[in-house]
């Protein structure tokens, strides 16, 4: 067998904010606390693409409750900041009326997006409104908006890895990290 290769992080990287095993200890964690306080339901996982798709898929692997998923996609029109204009490019397929929905987000920010998509929802009469969010900004928050389940709290920094994107790009990255900053404006 070969010899364990030492860590090395994607050239354009500046630094790891949290690593692999940081974030899949806390992925458990939150995990274990939603199968407690959804025990005995079925819980509707609605994941926000594209950043939440590998958040999604360790946290519903670890879920011990019964759980369907569905996706929505939203776009944000930002013309020199963010405005908290909208979009919906992808709707969910299944109506969430009456259904426990658990919103699972890669990052919350300004809070604009989750904003409107919370009070999106609401108008479909869930039973339960929820959002579970790996990391929190809460330092950039332009309006009142909170995540029952955050895996990690960070500072104001951009950051990739782990689903969240930079024009598309790292979000295969295992890690959460911040860019160098010649990376910053290149494609
Ligand atoms: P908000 O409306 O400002 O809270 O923005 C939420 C969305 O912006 C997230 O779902 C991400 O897609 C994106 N975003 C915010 N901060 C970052 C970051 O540091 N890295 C990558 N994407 C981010």
């Keep these: 067998m070969a010899a364990p290769q030492p860590f090395k992080a994607h050239p354009d990287i500046e630094r790891v904010l949290l690593d692999e095993s940081q974030i899949k200890a806390r992925v458990q964690e ?5 199968s407690r306080d959804y025990a005995g339901r079925c819980l509707t996982l609605v994941g926000i693409l594209k950043g939440s ?5 360790e946290l519903m692997r670890q879920l011990s409750v019964d759980c369907t998923v569905d996706f929505m996609c939203l ?3 930002e013309g020199g900041g963010s405005t908290g204009v909208v979009r919906v490019l992808l709707d969910l397929r299944e109506n969430a009326e009456g259904r426990d929905i658990l919103v699972v987000e ?3 920010d300004t809070g604009l997006t989750l904003h ?7 108008t479909r009469g869930p039973r339960s409104l929820e959002v579970c969010a790996l990391l929190d900004k809460p330092d950039c928050r332009k309006t009142q908006v909170k995540a029952k389940y955050v895996g990690f709290r960070i500072p104001n ?9 930079y024009n598309e790009k790292y979000r295969n990255l295992p890690y959460v990290a ?4 010649g990376a910053i404006g290149g494609k």
């Design 157 to 165: 920094q951009f950051v990739v890895g782990y689903g969240l994107d």
């Design 75 to 77: 776009s944000s029109y």
């Design 30 to 34: 939150l995990a274990r606390e939603i």
């Design 178 to 181: 911040v860019l160098k900053a």
């Design 116 to 122: 409107y998509l919370l009070d999106n929802l609401r």
């Design 106 to 108: 890669d990052i919350v």
């Design 53 to 57: 798709v590998v958040f999604l898929g």
